[in-house]
């Protein structure tokens, strides 16, 4: 039995680590605030949550599947709980039973207990699918629910529970042997009891002894253990496929968990975002080749669950462009922004409803950030020296199609330096039809010639009032030779800087 809920071919791992750059990612884009709205406190759901976002599914067609399963949890939130809980039930039933010592007898009592409990799980199992199933139109829980009422129907549980009781032993064991070197038992195997046809007169008088039997003393210690020792060779081989039987519906329980889980965690964050007042949408994942990159209302999750104030959305209109260049005001809304549209693609990528009003993107094979960082804390290396490293690592991870977002990449030399670095870096992500969006102060990066005259580049700009308020708006702009540094010292010291003398 296979749930498979998350993916179509494989399950998810919660305990495999998480991919190269998901820290960056984490960090860069303020995931943080999204992970613990989507856990609720809960270890677990935070461990599915960061492997299942992290892990980007870049078939178009995957990623409608698991937004099609969303959506049924949506509409079926009651059910989906039911099944979630039972899951997480059975596996704490699972933690009840230990195993004291790794004796055949013992392996099969913890395994015959835990067939019990998993009885009752698989029994419950089938009766919310058979009452509730009808209502799922997903593919994803079609099929679920069909692997559920072909696989567990009353036949099967039936003979469940008629080989539970037989390995009870009520009658005692038997064992078949042959006689080996030295006239030792040899080729142990456990056998059914025979069923022999007794009169009314034996049922009703009994003989005292069965022939062919013999008895051991109470103080024959050695017989016992002999005795002992030869139930051990007789069951070893069913305590062990019995164990390997209950770790499959053990491992069958802890992925329903898994995946029910990350769908759970969707409802959270939806839940956390409407008491703020926002809304997330379900995206429109299309092929990489059409480079799309279409959006409205894109507003940051990070800032709208950390904030109480109003939180400024914006559009984005980038179909066929491989390099977004935002420049304008410092404190524009410039990272806000690459932020919103980051997290957009990563949460379509995990089938997820994104924080927008309307998203139509590429899937990308990789998505990569390469923010500017503070001082190394260590000394170890400058800050030009840990963006370059960091650079170089991300660089390896790209493919065509890929998706970077830069932020004042470079911003750690001058204007001059900084600009050379960009521009190769941004030219070498083009050639290879890597996507790049990057924020950058740069004036002499985005005014040079290479990339005005390119039709594949789009050029925005944080809006500012002429009076020197920010509206938080990116429209599409040309670059202006300032940032407008003095209407932050204005808001600071009250005052514009005075202009040395020359």
């Not at 503070?374 to 020296?385: I, P, S």
Request: proline share 5%; glycine share 8%; hydrophobic share 45%.
């Amino acid at each position: 039995m296979k749930v498979r809920l998350l993916f179509e071919d494989h399950d998810l791992d919660p305990a495999s680590p998480l991919p190269p750059g998901a820290a960056d990612l984490t960090l860069d884009l303020g995931l943080e605030a999204v992970f613990d709205a989507m856990a609720q406190g809960n270890a677990a759901l935070r461990a599915v949550a960061e492997r299942t976002v992290f892990r980007s599914l870049t078939d178009p067609a995957a990623i409608r599947r698991r937004l099609e399963a969303l959506q049924d949890v949506r509409e079926h939130a009651g059910v989906a709980r039911e099944l979630y809980d039972l899951a997480l039930a059975m596996l704490a039933a699972e933690r009840r039973y230990w195993s004291f010592g790794k004796s055949a007898d013992s392996v099969l009592h913890r395994a015959v207990r835990l067939l019990e409990v998993y009885l009752e799980g698989l029994e419950a199992l089938r009766r919310i699918a058979r009452t509730s199933g009808e209502g799922f139109r997903s593919e994803a829980f079609r099929r679920f629910f069909r692997m559920v009422g072909d696989e567990l129907g009353e036949a099967y549980l039936g003979e469940l529970r008629a080989q539970r009781d037989e390995l009870e032993f009520e009658d005692g064991v038997w064992i078949s042997a042959r006689l080996g070197a030295g006239n030792r038992g040899t080729e142990h195997v456990l056998r059914r009891p025979r069923e022999v046809r007794v009169g009314w007169w034996r049922r009703r008088f009994p003989p005292r002894k069965t022939p062919l039997a013999f008895e051991i003393g109470e103080r024959d210690e050695s017989g016992l253990r002999s005795l002992s020792e030869l139930r051990e060779r007789g069951i070893a081989s069913v305590a062990g496929a019995l164990a390997r039987s209950t770790e499959h519906l053990r491992g069958f329980f802890t992925c329903l968990s898994v995946d029910l889980g990350f769908f759970l965690g969707c409802l959270h964050l939806e839940t956390a975002l409407a008491a703020h007042g926002r809304a997330l949408v379900s995206p429109e994942p299309v092929d990489p080749e059409a480079r799309a990159a279409d959006g409205a209302g894109l507003y940051d999750p990070g800032l709208a669950l950390r904030s109480n104030a109003p939180v400024v959305a914006n559009d984005l209109a980038a179909d066929r462009k491989l390099l977004v260049v935002v420049t304008g005001a410092n404190q524009g809304g410039k990272s806000t922004f690459l932020r919103a549209f980051g997290i957009a693609q990563l949460l379509m990528q995990a089938g997820m409803g994104v924080p927008a009003e309307r998203f139509r993107a590429s899937v990308a094979p990789a998505i990569a950030t390469h923010f500017a960082r503070g001082e190394d804390a260590t000394m170890a290396r400058g800050k030009l020296d840990d963006e370059l490293r960091r650079m170089s690592q991300l660089v390896e991870r790209l493919r065509p199609g890929a998706l970077l977002l830069s932020n004042e990449s470079f911003s750690s030399t001058n204007e001059r330096e900084g600009s050379q670095l960009a521009a190769e870096v941004f030219r070498a992500c083009r050639e290879s039809g890597v996507r790049v969006v990057a924020v950058t102060h740069l004036y002499e990066l985005a005014c040079s010639a290479e990339l005005r005259d390119s039709p594949d580049v789009l050029y925005l700009r944080a809006e500012r009032t002429p009076d020197g308020q920010r509206t938080f708006r990116i429209r599409e702009g040309d670059p202006l030779p300032t940032s407008f540094g003095a209407d932050v010292y204005a808001a600071i010291f009250g005052a514009p800087p005075r202009a040395r003398p020359a």
